[in-house]
Each structure stands twice: as C-alpha cells, then as structure tokens.
C-alpha cells in the first residue's frame, strides 16, 4: 500500500449490506464510525483504553473533524483504514490522520483528520495531558514537519 505518512496503523474493513445508502455505496457516517474504530484500536494497540481515560480523568477529543470523500466504495469491497497521530507544540493538542484505500486499485478513497483537544472528563475543559498520556501517544507520533 501507498500511504501518505510512514507507520501506519491499519485496519481492514469491509462495507457490508447496512452500510450501504440509498445512492448503493457506503454511506458516509459509516466511514465516520470506521475512523473512530481505528482511532480507538490505535490508542488500545499503545496502551491507552477508554479505561485508562477515565482513570487519569483526561481524554483527548474531538475538537474538529474534517473528511475529503474521493471515491465511492461498494458491498463487499475489502479496504483498509491507516491512522497516525500527529504530534503538536505543547501537551494540549495533537491530530489524528486517516487514510482509506481501496485493497484492489490501492486507490485512496478518503482522507481525513481530527483536531483533538487533551480534556479534564470531570469538567469537560481543555487540560495539559498527563505524563501517562505523553509518555505513549508523543513517541508515536509523527511530527507535523512530516505531515
């Protein structure tokens, strides 16, 4: 596979019947889903879970989200979905990139991305990351110079 940054965490998925829309591709949410299923494999692949989250009453979350829908894709089509993170200045924020291809053009059929925003869980406000946090998602991140 061609991917646009080195590293990449994949995931294989596949559209299946309740996936597809009314226009007879993957619906758009689905993809949606399948970039939080990555991102949360990802994160637990680091030893980071939804766990540790509450734990450490910190979480990184989604300040923003942005998708680029290049092609459609089918039933029964197997793809894969990569995700970095990418490291920011600071302890508060970093981003998460996708990139979905197609397994049999190796054509990408979506990028994206997510500005995520280090928060305390209890108050819902932004918060410096822990050590455990920095300690595990900055060494596996690429830096946005790469990026």
Same mark, same amino acid.
């Given at each position: 596979?061609?991917?646009?940054?080195?590293?990449?965490f994949v995931l294989p998925v596949t559209p299946r019947a309740n996936d597809?829309?009314?226009?007879?591709?993957?619906?758009?949410?689905?993809?949606?889903?399948?970039?939080?299923? &990555?991102?949360?494999?990802?994160?637990?692949?680091?030893?980071?879970?939804?766990?540790?989250?509450?734990?450490?009453?910190?979480?990184?979350?989604?300040?923003?989200?942005?998708?680029?829908?290049?092609?459609?894709?089918?039933?029964?089509?197997?793809?894969?979905?990569?995700?970095?993170l990418v490291a920011r200045e600071g302890k508060l924020l970093m981003e998460?990139?996708?990139?979905?291809?197609?397994?049999?053009?190796?054509?990408? &059929?979506?990028?994206?991305?997510?500005?995520?925003?280090?928060?305390?869980?209890?108050?819902?406000?932004?918060?410096?990351?822990?050590?455990?946090?920095?300690?595990?998602?900055?060494?596996?991140?690429?830096?946005?110079?790469?990026?």
């Amino acid at each position: 596979m061609v991917w646009d940054h080195p590293k990449p965490f994949v995931l294989p998925v596949t559209p299946r019947a309740n996936d597809i829309d009314g226009l007879n591709h993957t619906n758009n949410a689905v993809y949606v889903q399948w970039c939080e299923k &990555v991102g949360w494999a990802h994160s637990e692949s680091l030893g980071l879970s939804l766990a540790d989250y509450k734990r450490f009453d910190r979480a990184m979350a989604i300040r923003r989200g942005e998708y680029d829908y290049l092609l459609p894709t089918f039933i029964d089509e197997p793809l894969a979905l990569a995700t970095w993170l990418v490291a920011r200045e600071g302890k508060l924020l970093m981003e998460r990139r996708f990139q979905l291809v197609r397994d049999r053009d190796q054509a990408t &059929v979506l990028r994206g991305r997510w500005e995520l925003v280090c928060i305390e869980l209890s108050s819902g406000r932004p918060r410096r990351m822990p050590p455990e946090f920095s300690e595990i998602y900055l060494p596996a991140a690429i830096t946005a110079a790469t990026a």
